[in-house]
């Protein structure tokens, strides 16, 4: 179960891709559509556009001071109830949330690509542990046994057609038409039960508060509300470059997020600050009301603290991951993230393959990039990307005259 | 096994063994110049850099790339050929076609008549116009690239340079952008001839030149802020200039810089960018030799694609 990158089957994957006409069909209209909209947005709203550039600079500043931001963070957690922990590594980060869990327990997931990055589904489940994801595309690719193609759209790879097929075979059921509706009631009535029934929910975060320790969490579907509050104990992944000082500067940055993703306004966005609690008794404060009695913070470092220190990768840590450098990219278009590492794909998720995996392997697929810009211009936190690629092909030689 | 390491090796054995990044004999470089009679030293000087002269050679390289469908295919083809032999090198012939070099030769022959007409009377370095190392920065080969860049930059001055005037984007953004952090002391100004043409103010005898559609190189687009002078330099000639759907800051690649490492790609998105372009309208202007290469590529007889010079010379349609 090891994640691990090998540029060789990339490279068979994005031929594969070049070559399936309904894989190209999908992207295609999904990039055109996301591109049209985004823009409409930014012109009718162009506040907008000066709250990105406000983001931008104040992950600039926490990155900066990113190990202070986590010791305040692990701080106000404390404070609030919360229980934070620090995972250095990936192996850590599965260790303490398999302890937490045990086995035997029915877990929903509210997407997170942090919990893909350290392969959760895979571990919990060999945990003997029943998962499930609830963001509809995720759950597709759950059923489809494939990885997120897109950092927001994870299923953006698939039509209808492909998605209906799926659905009616793996969960042996009949989708009348199969239209997107009735995947979509069908997929809704299937996760229900689980979600009531289970016993974990696991989330990322959009942002975490460092004053506060309150996790920001932006969605349309409403799974992400439905995962952190109904099931006994939430647990919350935080890779540590999404930490922020203030909550007010957390909500800012998942309204730009949600925005460049082009989902204005977005549907919910949740700010959780430690567990459920009432004190209505004789104002004795009592855990777990009709929410999670216990809420873990994993804090996620996997290579995000040395990468801070890296006076290039660190640009990569102003990344709010809403997409806007995939779909604009003219190789991502075609690839979707095929080109990528198991996780991350495309012009940020190079990057952050060679931060959080490898930075030779992730080199490697950056010699596919055009060197356009496309992704700089696009990104809303300005954001360097083909520098950093142009950066990770040097790196390749240099290891290469290294031997 | 993707492995861009066996072209950074061709190229880096090639740069070594002649100082260009493909087999190519260097007089394909000045030897244009010479019915120009241009003086071979002094400012302003014309620099090309080379990049319009070697795209016959590395359409040709791509040409047979190309029959490897495969991604995988390629990096065998390349271990097989004699491209990555040193030993091979010298007899390595690759032949460009005749009519694509007397197109580039064309179009240089051009610029240099156009600045002429707008006054600006330039020097060039003939020997000394030595490729720019462009190639060498795309793919990450920073140490070579420096070695490179300080020859280059020597060779300039020594033939008394203090403006360049360069002829595409890439070698514009590489002299302007890159090379000053690269090379201690680098004082040189540089600009491309489109900016030089739009301050002279261009003459031209030219009253209707048709529509054309507008092609912006990414990096004249979003690194340099070469977006007006080019529409401003064909209106000025009598051509309506046309915008694609994506166009100036936003605009979108033709797919060139991979075409070495992965012709199959670099074709997929040169067809999706030709077809936005063709959409408005049937002759595509371009300003850079890798995307008139890369479009003209998949382009069919139903479409032109034309360089910008050539156009503004009046020499083509
Ligand atoms: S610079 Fe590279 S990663 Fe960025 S948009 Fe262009 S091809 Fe994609
Ligand atoms: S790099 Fe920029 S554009 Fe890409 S996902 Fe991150 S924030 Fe968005």
């Avoid at chain 1, 029915?106 to 997407?111: Q, S």
């Avoid at chain 2, 002299?175 to 952090?181: F, N």
């Amino acid at each position: 179960m090891k994640v691990k990158l090998e540029a060789d089957m990339v490279l068979d994957e994005i031929s594969k891709a070049l070559d399936n006409i309904e894989f190209q069909e999908a992207l295609r209209r999904a990039s055109t559509n996301n591109q049209v909209k985004v823009a409409q947005l930014l012109t009718e709203k162009p506040e907008l556009i000066e709250l990105a550039k406000e983001v931008g600079s104040l992950k600039r500043r926490s990155v900066e001071s990113l190990r202070e931001l986590v010791e305040k963070a692990v701080e106000s957690l404390r404070k609030i109830a919360a229980k934070p922990y620090y995972a250095e590594t990936v192996e850590e980060a599965r260790k303490l949330i398999g302890d937490i869990v045990g086995s035997g327990k029915r877990v929903v997931m509210a997407k997170s690509m942090a919990a893909t990055e350290i392969g959760l589904r895979q571990y919990l489940e060999s945990l003997n542990n029943e998962v499930w994801e609830t963001d509809l595309g995720e759950f597709l690719i759950q059923l489809e046994g494939s990885k997120p193609m897109h950092a927001i759209a994870p299923a953006v790879h698939m039509t209808r057609e492909r998605a209906s097929t799926l659905v009616a075979e793996k969960l042996k059921v009949g989708i009348p038409k199969g239209g997107v509706e009735d995947i979509v009631s069908t997929v809704r009535m299937f996760l229900r039960d689980k979600i009531v029934t289970a016993d974990v929910g696991v989330s990322g975060a959009n942002a975490l508060a460092a004053d506060t320790g309150a996790i920001v969490l932006v969605e349309n579907e409403s799974n992400i509300r439905l995962v952190t509050s109904a099931p006994p104990t939430h647990i919350a992944i935080v890779p540590i470059d999404k930490i922020v000082p203030t909550l007010i500067e957390a909500f800012k940055v998942a309204i730009v997020q949600a925005t460049y993703a082009g989902l204005y306004p977005p549907t919910y966005i949740n700010i959780i600050a430690g567990p459920s609690s009432t004190a209505d008794i004789e104002q004795i404060r009592v855990y777990g009301a009709q929410g999670p009695r216990e809420l873990h913070v994993i804090l996620l470092d996997n290579g995000r603290m040395k990468a801070s220190k890296d006076p290039v990768l660190k640009e990569q840590l102003y990344c709010i991951r809403c997409g806007r450098c995939q779909f604009e990219c003219p190789v991502w278009i075609h690839t979707a993230n095929t080109w990528g590492g198991p996780t991350y794909g495309g012009p940020m998720g190079i990057v952050w393959t060679a931060i959080t995996l490898d930075p030779i392997e992730a080199g490697k697929l950056a010699y596919l990039c055009l060197g356009c810009g496309r992704c700089d211009e696009a990104c809303p936190v300005n954001i360097n990307i083909s520098m950093e690629l142009r950066h990770l092909k040097m790196l390749v030689v240099q290891a290469s005259k290294r031997g | 096994m993707l492995d861009p390491l066996q072209i950074v090796r061709v190229v880096e054995e090639n740069m070594k063994a002649h100082g260009l990044p493909f087999p190519a004999p260097r007089e394909a470089l000045y030897s244009w110049a010479k019915p120009l009679k241009m003086p071979d030293r002094g400012s302003p000087m014309l620099y090309t850099g080379g990049l319009y002269q070697i795209t016959p050679y590395i359409m040709s390289v791509v040409d047979s790339l190309s029959k490897f469908e495969d991604l995988k295919l390629i990096s065998v083809a390349l271990k097989a050929s004699r491209l990555l032999s040193t030993l091979g090198l010298s007899g390595l012939v690759v032949r460009p076609r005749a009519d694509t070099v007397s197109y580039v030769e064309n179009i240089l022959r051009s610029i240099v008549e156009l600045l002429r007409k707008a006054g600006v009377n330039v020097a060039y370095g003939y020997e000394d116009d030595l490729y720019s190392g462009v190639l060498l920065y795309d793919l990450g080969l920073d140490e070579l690239f420096k070695e490179h860049a300080v020859k280059v930059y020597k060779a300039l001055k020594s033939r008394e340079a203090k403006t360049i005037i360069t002829v595409d984007p890439h070698t514009t953004h590489i002299m302007r952008s890159v090379y000053p952090k690269y090379v201690e002391g680098y004082d040189l100004e540089v600009k491309s001839y489109l900016e030089v043409l739009a301050e002279a103010g261009l003459k031209t005898e030219q009253q209707n030149g048709g529509d054309v559609v507008i092609h912006d190189p990414c990096l004249y687009a979003r690194f340099e802020g070469v977006i007006g002078q080019p529409r401003f330099l064909l209106q000025k000639s009598g051509f309506k200039v046309l915008e694609p759907r994506r166009s100036g800051r936003m605009t979108y690649c033709c797919g060139g810089p991979i075409e070495g490492l992965a012709p199959k790609m670099a074709k997929t998105i040169a067809k999706t960018r030709l077809s936005e372009l063709s959409e408005k309208h049937g002759v595509i202007v371009t300003l850079c030799p890798i995307c008139y290469a890369n479009l003209k590529s998949v382009s069919d007889d139903k479409v032109k694609v034309e360089d910008i010079a050539l156009l503004l010379g009046g020499r083509e349609l």
